[in-house]
């Protein structure tokens, strides 16, 4: 079973920089994974962030990029926002049509 | 402008079947192929499986093998979800999306569907 791990909640100051990580329990992440993220707020569908590791959505501020390092997606928040206090979930493509949701991560700013 | 607007909010019983409609609109429906997303009462999205709404093709996460059927319209341009043997895990939101060819995320995401599993 394909577990997609991503930290449980992250705290940053206003204006600060957070990292989240998509990682996975038996493999390095990489590009053939095309790590997406996705930022969900109470209530809402999910709102595409990030494709194919490091294309921003359209409409999406350039504050928000994402990565690989230390063989994980990563989604990193360059000076963070109240507005930007919600949970993000990456998915990766597995291959053969299979896509697995990491736990999400929660951000609070404050 | 892609838009995907889906059915109402469903109440099931234990054991019974739920369908969910996803309305596709401002985009040529067959072009994009849909997947469905669930979050279970406040836990995080878990995919559920995709549909070539062109081909009919389909593939379902493991977890919903033998009870999860995704077919369409293609004259309504309007995908489907049915999820049957409902049990009080399955309550929470359904969400569709549609996948980007050659990229593989989902671009456009419907407004969701809660669904209630209660004897």
């Known amino acids: 079973q394909t577990v997609v791990t991503q930290e449980p909640s992250f705290s940053v100051s206003p204006g600060g920089t957070v990292t989240l990580t998509c990682g996975l329990s038996s493999d390095s992440v990489s590009t053939r994974h095309y790590p997406s993220w996705y930022q969900q707020t109470p209530g809402q569908a999910p709102r595409p962030l990030i494709y194919?590791?490091?294309s921003r959505s359209s409409g999406v501020p350039d504050r928000f990029s994402g990565s690989i390092l230390w063989n994980k997606a990563v989604l990193s928040i360059t000076g963070a926002q109240a507005e930007d206090e919600c949970e993000y979930y990456c998915v990766l493509y597995m291959g053969s049509g299979v896509w697995v949701f990491g736990g999400g991560t929660k951000v609070t700013v404050l | 402008q892609v838009q995907l607007v889906q059915s109402g909010a469903e109440v099931k019983r234990p054991g019974a079947s739920v369908m969910v409609s996803c309305k596709a609109s401002g985009h040529t429906f067959p072009n994009s192929d849909i997947t469905w997303v669930r979050q279970a009462t406040g836990q995080g999205l878990e995919w559920m499986g995709w549909m070539n709404p062109k081909s009919g093709n389909t593939g379902y996460a493991q977890k919903f093998q033998g009870r999860l059927s995704m077919t369409r319209s293609t004259y309504t341009a309007t995908a489907y979800m049915e999820l049957t043997s409902l049990t009080s895990e399955d309550a929470g939101i359904y969400y569709c999306?549609?996948?980007?060819?050659?990229?593989?995320?989902?671009?456009?995401w419907g407004q969701g569907t809660p669904v209630t599993v209660s004897s």
């Open positions: 194919s590791t490091n």
């Open positions: 999306a549609t996948i980007v060819g050659g990229r593989n995320d989902f671009d456009h």
